[in-house]
């Protein structure tokens, strides 16, 4: 696939579509992006045929993130949600909540669904303790939503993240790579193919 088609895509996916709050990498999380307000995320699923895929995700203030996600340039398939923030996360004393609303629209299989996320960060101390907290991230919806859902962030070092998850499906992983605070490159087996993609964290208070 040509690098101009996946930022033309993109484009056109921005003019599409406002996604998915903050994810790990498939599951919502209990937190939502900061401290950007813009998250955009380009790639494809190797297979056949690849399927180029989108999300972004924007947050309204300081508790209201709005979603979307596009796949595909042919019978592209277009989905919305939103997440809103119960209770900001308090490092090392509580856990984030959020709750939020996936396929607003109902155009998946699976239809509408809705979710409680739950995340909460443990520091990563050690001889040489990291800038970056081992986050813990569960669930539990309804709808079209699995009934409960949990997933692993774990820093590997500063810029390389390891992240697990089982999204009461499937069990996705992938590696990140953080070339700065704006830009991550993962590499990811999400729903047993191959996904590779780039985001842009953009717009930081």
Known sequence: M??????????????????????????????????????????????????ERAFVSFRIGDMLEVQGARTGFDNRLEVYGLQYTLYPEIPGYAPGVSVGVWDVFARTAQGRGYFVAVSYGIAALGQTPLDHDLRVHLGFGWGGMPSFFVGFDIPLTNQLFLRAEHTGRHINAALAWRLGNEVEVRGAVVRGYTSWSIMFRLWAE
């Open 2 to 51: 040509s690098a101009w088609r996946v930022l033309g895509w993109l484009g056109v996916g921005l003019a599409c579509s406002p996604l998915y709050a903050d994810r790990l990498i498939e599951i919502p999380t209990g937190k939502l992006l900061y401290p950007e307000r813009l998250a955009i995320e380009a790639g494809f699923f190797q297979g056949n045929p690849v399927r």
